[in-house]
């Protein structure tokens, strides 16, 4: 039989974060894992480095987690995902960095596997929703359950959504108002890029966390029957805020849609007039660039070679042919 691993484990070196709760009053406090406390009636929550090889080396050596959890917890499907196994809820989400600027790589997953008594959850980069947990536990707010804290994160991480769609929303608002304002031109160009940025940031966000509220909600379905009411309740409340977080995503991808359509009919209409300035300039003028090419001809016979007053006639007969080119154009009503 393989022995098992035993490795030099300090905390924070594979555990980021771990708390027993005390049932009934719901009071936390931070714990050690090397032993892990007993739960007593209460329950414990642990949050992995998933990339600290040592996680695995204190996982394996003290059996907190089935084999074919632990091992899902590890090695699992990366992609967004909620399920029954072997009477524990496997899981992962989408989370946002602890410094997300809107870029693809910048969403990581966040693992996790609850059990009666046990949550464990793991990140591969530290992950904002895992902060706004902590902080929210240090100010003394803790959930009843281990299920209830599974759906106080999935409710952090809606939050943390709605609050950078509501940024977007700003943000195209702001430019609505701009392009929507006739004095306003200058900003053209600007907005127009910005536009393209927000509208790649909202289709980031759509394909990363539109999976969320449909996980929840079929992984809603399938609980096992150690769920408290609490914590369901919590998860369907998480899985209604994902949906109208999508909801709100595609209004803002739609708003930017029909800006960039508004501004490219400003751009065109704006076009069009400079076109119209120059066929008319080019109208006006094409009589008399035709009467100076005649007059500049240089040959014998042009009238008024002998004439002193010749070339303000002819400067007369090009401003009227102007003026008469004009007037034609009026009565025709050609702009």
Request: aromatic share 6%; charged share 25%; glycine share 8%.
């Amino acid at each position: 039989m393989r022995a098992k691993p035993t490795v030099s484990f300090r905390f924070g070196d594979a555990v980021a974060a771990a708390y027993h709760f005390d049932p009934g009053s719901g009071a936390c406090r931070q714990t050690g894992v090397d032993p892990l406390p007993a739960t007593d009636g209460g329950w414990v929550w642990l949050h992995l480095k998933l990339t600290d090889i040592r996680g695995r080396h204190w996982l394996a050596r003290h059996e907190v987690l089935p084999p074919a959890v632990a091992q899902w917890l590890l090695d699992g499907p990366d992609r967004v995902q909620m399920q029954r196994l072997d009477g524990w809820l496997v899981g992962a989400a989408n989370g946002l960095h602890h410094d997300f600027a809107f870029e693809p790589d910048q969403i990581g997953r966040l693992r996790f596997c609850v059990g009666p008594h046990l949550l464990v959850t793991g990140r591969r980069h530290p992950l904002r929703v895992v902060d706004e947990i902590r902080r929210s536990l240090d100010a003394g707010s803790a959930p009843a359950t281990a299920l209830g804290m599974l759906a106080l994160i999935a409710g952090h991480l809606a939050a943390e959504a709605e609050a950078t769609v509501e940024k977007l929303m700003d943000e195209v608002d702001a430019i609505e108002d701009r392009v929507l304002d006739d004095r306003t031109t200058s900003r053209t160009i600007e907005d127009r890029q910005a536009l393209g940025r927000i509208r790649r940031r909202a289709a980031t966000l759509r394909r990363h966390l539109l999976p969320e509220g449909a996980v929840v909600a079929a992984g809603l379905a399938d609980l096992p029957d150690w769920a408290d009411p609490a914590g369901r309740a919590g998860l369907a409340a998480a899985a209604e805020r994902f949906h109208r977080v999508a909801r709100s995503i595609d209004e803002v991808i739609d708003r930017t849609r029909l800006l960039q359509e508004e501004l490219a009919a400003q751009r065109a209409e704006a076009m069009n007039r400079s076109l119209l300035v120059l066929a008319v300039l080019t109208a006006i003028f094409l009589p008399m660039t035709l009467i100076t090419g005649i007059f500049g001809m240089n040959v014998a016979g042009l009238p008024g070679l002998q004439d002193a007053s010749a070339f303000l006639w002819v400067m007369v007969l090009i401003l009227a042919a102007g003026v008469a080119t004009l007037a034609l154009m009026f009565w025709r009503r050609m702009f």
